[in-house]
């Protein structure tokens, strides 16, 4: 049975999306979500710890080896990816089923989960395949169930935001896919593995450097890389809470990973960063990212808004520290991929609570409301200073290795920048501390108390972001692999 588990960890979430719609049981649907995120955890689980040696699992689809035969492919670059996507599922099942009660009308809830699994499939499948046109097509499965979850919100406007983030992001499928074309084109093969050793003969392709241009802009549109995130914004405020917790954690890092798995293990590290300048045009696009994120987060009126903000500067992060295209560089965006996700995750799940109680998650909707739910108010604190980056936090550890892989780079304005951005941090999470817990009301609110499962599937994620500040082992560990296999890989 092993040996069957890079196909299980798709095929399951896959198999229980029909079944959502078939039973047409809002219990049964969110069991079979339950259960397609546990076995997604549960399959990466044991795959991290047979790959933790350097291993590199294989596994022909219906017996057709490769190239012919599309090939799933588990190392250590991928598995922190599984491991992120399936732990967040599971939370975000554990969490879901008040909050999708009190937004998603009854009829449509079975729907509802049938999308999420699908969700769940796409992005599981855009980690564990070795073939660059089934990677197009996970991604694709991602994004039209994320224009689904998106419309489902419980505002009209949740069709405007559906509606851009499908325009949007069929510009970007169209660009990898041009790109993919491309290199299919000058090489005849689609099997990344067979990509990775026909590319170098051909560096001085111009119609290869037009994919790698198509692949970056279109990963750049997936991943909300400024000046390409004007999808993200709406996308997260209007969706309801469970998407936007869902998918601020776990798909622009799949997208992320997309395009590391495609510049260092595909067209290879001398191509990407050596004959092209995508090193200085990623560092460039980090830091108006950082900057800009944070600031036009500092005037947001809406807490969903203030965490969509901040995830564009936060992605700024990430991108500066892959394009060091060093040891050091890859295992700071790694981990700041892992940490941002946890610590997302549990703010997006705040804000669900909000909703659920207040109907609204603008600031001045919370105004004292620190004193009424002081649980809630606490996790937005710990998760906060996260993002800020300060000890003891898991923000800090992947911000502070960020730093000194820029220091050792010689890179000193990305890394004022990045401590800009921090500072500017301090200053729109310091907001919303400042209205829940220090601004007075005339007259005090009386709040119900928030479902149990939602606040341990919060507070798991809030504590998790402290572990791994804490104890950065095991986190670190899985990054310092996951960029020894690219570098390993590239060409």
């Not at 092993?2 to 029909?18: G, K």
């Not at 520290?321 to 560089?329: H, N, Y």
Request: glycine letters at 8%; hydrophobic letters at 60%; one cysteine or more.
């Amino acid at each position: 049975m092993t040996a069957h588990l890079p196909a299980l960890q798709v095929v399951i979430p896959l198999l229980c999306a029909p079944l959502c719609v078939l039973f047409r049981s809002r219990t049964a649907a969110w069991l079979l979500f339950l259960v397609a995120a546990a076995s997604a955890l549960a399959c990466a689980s044991v795959m991290a710890w047979q790959v933790a040696g350097g291993e590199v699992l294989r596994y022909a689809m219906g017996g057709w080896q490769p190239p012919a035969g599309i090939e799933y492919v588990i190392d250590r670059a991928n598995v922190p990816v599984l491991l992120l996507v399936s732990a967040i599922g599971l939370a975000v099942a554990v969490y879901s089923r008040p909050s999708i009660a009190a937004e998603i009308e009854a009829p449509r809830v079975p729907m509802f989960y049938a999308c999420l699994c699908l969700n769940l499939t796409g992005l599981l499948g855009i980690a564990a395949t070795g073939d660059a046109f089934n990677a197009f097509v996970f991604l694709e499965i991602t994004s039209l169930s994320s224009y689904a979850l998106i419309a489902m919100g419980r505002r009209r406007r949740a069709l405007l935001a559906s509606f851009q983030y499908l325009i949007v992001g069929t510009v970007g499928a169209t660009f990898l896919l041009i790109g993919i074309g491309l290199a299919y084109a000058v090489t005849g093969t689609l099997n990344m593995a067979d990509l990775a050793q026909r590319l170098p003969e051909i560096y001085g392709n111009r119609a290869l450097a037009a994919a790698v241009i198509f692949v970056f802009v279109g990963l750049a549109i997936k991943m909300a890389l400024f000046p390409l995130h004007a999808w993200l914004p709406d996308a997260y405020a209007e969706a309801p809470s469970v998407v936007g917790m869902f998918l601020a954690a776990t798909s622009t890092k799949v997208a992320i990973y997309t395009f590391l798995r495609f510049a260092f293990s595909v067209f290879g590290t001398a191509l990407v960063f050596g004959r092209m300048p995508i090193a200085e045009i990623g560092l460039v696009l980090a830091c108006l990212a950082m900057l800009i994120g944070s600031a036009v987060a500092c005037f947001q009126q809406d807490f969903k808004r203030v965490l969509a903000w901040s995830s564009i500067a936060q992605i700024g992060y990430i991108v500066a520290g892959f394009s060091l295209a060093t040891a050091d560089g890859l295992t700071a965006a790694y981990l700041h991929m892992i940490n941002h996700a946890v610590i997302k995750g549990a703010l997006f799940a705040v804000a669900g609570i909000l909703l659920l109680r207040l109907g609204s998650v603008r600031l001045s909707a919370m105004a004292g409301l620190g004193r009424s739910m002081p649980w809630t108010f606490a996790a937005i604190v710990v998760a906060g200073l996260g993002l800020v980056g300060l000890p003891p936090t898991a923000g800090f550890v992947s911000k502070w290795t960020l730093a000194r892989a820029l220091i050792e780079a010689g890179y000193w304005p990305v890394l004022v920048v990045m401590l800009v951005s921090s500072l500017l941090a301090l200053v729109y999470i310091g907001r919303v501390i400042e209205v829940g817990w220090f601004r007075r009301v005339s007259e005090p609110v009386t709040v119900a108390r928030p479902p149990s499962s939602m606040v341990a599937a919060t507070w798991a994620l809030v504590l998790l972001s402290l572990l791994f500040g804490l104890a950065p082992g095991w986190p670190t560990s899985l990054a310092e692999g996951a960029a020894a296999a690219l570098l390993g890989g590239g060409k």
